[in-house]
């Protein structure tokens, strides 16, 4: 399930226990919009950060940053006719000496805000909330269509930045039956949080 299909789910859950969980849709934009950008032919491919505390509250209900979490939103438009396949096994965040990020499963993920003070229902909600979020392993593109997905990747406070790193990705062309190279460089100065 992609962060698309979250926007027609509007869910609002009450508190449980000694907490609560809301899951919240994410608002898209055209890939072509966002500052961290690139394109390949007709795919136009996005990385929108969620580095600022209430970006992340925003989206998850949860500071992701606290926990030494980057969460990024991937966009992709496809304005071509063709479809386009895009496995996580194929994406990399890399730091500025190169060294591969460590990305993180919902599972992973979930593990670091979960917690035996709170009960179980609200443990399984963020642990769901992950799930839609990062839609799996495999994402689809649909000729003159948007899917996106989130990616995490475990990265100290103090490193919270995103001057240097480097996203790359491959997305696989059925009709061509070859992988279009691509990546991002995030060149944008933001301190840590």
């Known amino acids: 399930m992609t962060v698309r299909a979250l926007l027609s789910i509007s869910i609002v859950l009450f508190a449980v226990g000694c907490g609560s969980h809301v899951i919240r849709s ?28 209430e970006k992340s509250i925003l989206a998850f209900d949860l500071n992701l940053p606290e926990k030494d979490v980057l969460a990024l939103l ?9 479809s386009y396949h895009l496995s996580k096994s194929d994406i990399r965040l890399t730091d ?3 060294a591969d990020l460590t990305a993180l499963t919902p599972a ?12 179980s229902s609200v443990n399984q909600l963020i642990r769901a ?7 799996g ?5 649909l000729p003159t269509s948007r ?3 989130f990616l995490f990747y475990s990265l100290p406070r103090s490193e919270m930045r995103l001057e240097g ?15 279009k190279e691509g990546e991002i460089l995030f060149s944008k100065e933001e301190g840590p949080v």
């Open 96 to 98: 500025a000496h190169g």
């Open 108 to 119: 992973e993920l979930a593990a670091r805000f979960t917690s035996t003070f709170s009960s």
């Open 129 to 135: 909330d992950f799930d839609l979020k990062s839609g």
């Open 137 to 141: 392993e495999d994402l689809f593109i």
């Open 74 to 82: 991937l966009v992709i438009d496809n304005q071509g006719q063709d």
């Open 26 to 53: 994410v608002t898209l934009s055209s890939a072509s919009t966002y500052p961290n950008m690139t394109s390949l032919d007709v795919l136009y491919v996005a990385a929108d950060p969620y580095l600022d505390p």
């Open 147 to 149: 899917a996106s997905t």
């Open 165 to 179: 790193l480097k996203l790359r990705f491959s997305i696989y062309s059925p009709t061509e039956q070859v992988k």
